[in-house]
């Protein structure tokens, strides 16, 4: 599919709330059975795991006394476009404060990959005809096709700083014992996860009370100018016969048509 870059004006919005409402607290299911970390819920016991049931996703977490088992059945097609496009990040640490310092990310997004090429990222996110260059467009496509062979490592020097962005094969993380998976044959995108509860993984965490999040963070993007609008609203007059004005599109507007989500649970433990 060939993405346009001037179809992010006109999308509704509503279609993409962005979500950031109060913080749950939940215990995890104990682990009566294994689990084999392939991105299938097939030996998941999808009635005592699911921990947050939303239209366009589903949330389960079981644990035993070594792992946190995590599994995020995306079953929205507007949502399972969002994390193609914009990557899908869990968060996981024993403070609240540094709860974004590390964070996870897979698939990490075709928007993300094209960090691997500074130029051609700085060109996407501020220029609007971008997209429209049969170059730029086969690009894309490529990095589609290479969309679910990488995990991106984002690293934060605490919860409110700047990020920084990396690329690592997933077996890299199972050094540490931590495995993650994805069923690409799916029609949408069930992520799963099994996270050393020792601090031994990428996050570090060990505790009984963990904070968990999860979040859908587009690019930051600056368009020159700042003045597109949607192509519904060029060249209608009002009641009066007036030309109306187009319509300003800011950066968090456009953060929001790609769906940007950022969700936050408090894990407890009952060992």
């Not at 509704?12 to 939940?26: D, E, K, R």
């Not at 969002?82 to 609240?96: H, N, Q």
């Not at 031994?200 to 600056?222: H, K």
């Amino acid at each position: 599919m060939i993405f346009r870059f001037h179809n992010l004006l006109v999308i509704p919005i509503l279609l993409f709330v962005v979500s950031c409402g109060s913080t749950n607290q939940f215990n995890p299911a104990p682990l009566n059975s294994s689990i084999t970390v392939d991105g299938n819920l097939s030996d998941w016991n999808t009635t005592q795991t699911l921990f947050d049931d939303r239209d366009q996703a589903n949330y389960y977490s079981a644990y035993d006394e070594d792992f946190l088992y995590l599994f995020i059945d995306i079953r929205g097609a507007m949502k399972d476009m969002s994390v193609r496009r914009s990557g899908f990040t869990v968060y996981i640490s024993d403070d609240e404060e540094t709860r974004k310092s590390v964070g996870v990310s897979f698939p990490p997004g075709t928007f993300n990959l094209l960090r691997e090429f500074p130029g051609a990222f700085s060109s996407f996110t501020r220029e609007s005809d971008w997209m429209s260059k049969p170059e730029n467009q086969e690009l894309m496509e490529n990095l589609n096709e290479e969309l679910f062979d990488r995990v991106m490592i984002i690293q934060r020097a605490n919860s409110d700083g700047d990020a920084s962005y990396g690329f690592i094969d997933s077996s890299q993380l199972e050094v540490d014992g931590m495995k993650i998976a994805i069923n690409s044959e799916s029609r949408t995108i069930g992520l799963e996860m099994k996270i050393p509860r020792d601090g031994t993984s990428i996050y570090g965490f060990s505790g009984d009370n963990v904070w968990l999040g999860f979040a859908i963070e587009p690019p930051e993007f600056r368009i020159q100018g700042s003045s597109e609008y949607s192509a519904t609203t060029s060249g209608r007059r009002d009641q009066y016969g007036n030309r109306q004005r187009p319509r300003r599109t800011s950066s968090a507007d456009i953060s929001r048509n790609l769906g940007q989500m950022e969700r936050w649970h408090i894990i407890q433990f009952e060992d």
